[in-house]
């Protein structure tokens, strides 16, 4: 089991970026996908990007497509969601997911219960 811990969130008016962390305890397993999600008051859960520790198999949710970078930094066992051009409608809180994948080049699903390790979330708020 993977420990997860989210940073970076914060308040900021729209048009903002912010850059969240999420720090991983190990990599016991060899490849994990690594997945950020977000949900806001009274929705699902949505997936936004993942990635495999490989260093394949983007996905990016077209709700923040080419506005989210998803990357990472395996030596630090650091997950990253750079968030450029912010909208009042991303507010929400925001969690990065790990799943153990046989492969490094294993397709990283973006439904929620691809993911087995979560960690206790970070809030964003975006002010118009």
């Known amino acids: 089991q993977v420990q997860l811990a989210e940073s970076g969130g914060g308040s900021v008016e729209a048009g903002g970026s912010l850059r969240l962390s999420c720090a991983a305890s190990?990599?016991?397993?060899?490849?994990?996908?690594m997945g950020w999600f977000r949900q806001a008051p009274g929705k699902e859960r949505e997936g936004l990007a993942s990635?495999?520790?490989?260093?394949?198999?983007?996905y990016y949710a077209q709700s923040v497509s080419g506005r989210f970078t998803i990357s990472q930094d395996n030596a630090k066992k650091t997950l990253y969601l750079q968030m450029n051009s912010l909208k009042p409608e991303d507010t929400a809180m925001y969690y990065c997911?790990?799943?153990?994948?046989?492969?490094?080049?294993?397709?990283?699903?973006?439904?929620?219960?691809?993911?087995?390790?979560w960690g206790q979330g970070t809030q964003v708020s975006v002010s118009s």
């Open positions: 997911a790990a799943a153990v994948v046989p492969l490094a080049n294993s397709r990283c699903a973006p439904g929620v219960r691809t993911y087995s390790d």
């Open positions: 190990e990599y016991s397993s060899s490849y994990y996908c």
């Open positions: 990635i495999n520790t490989g260093g394949g198999n983007l």
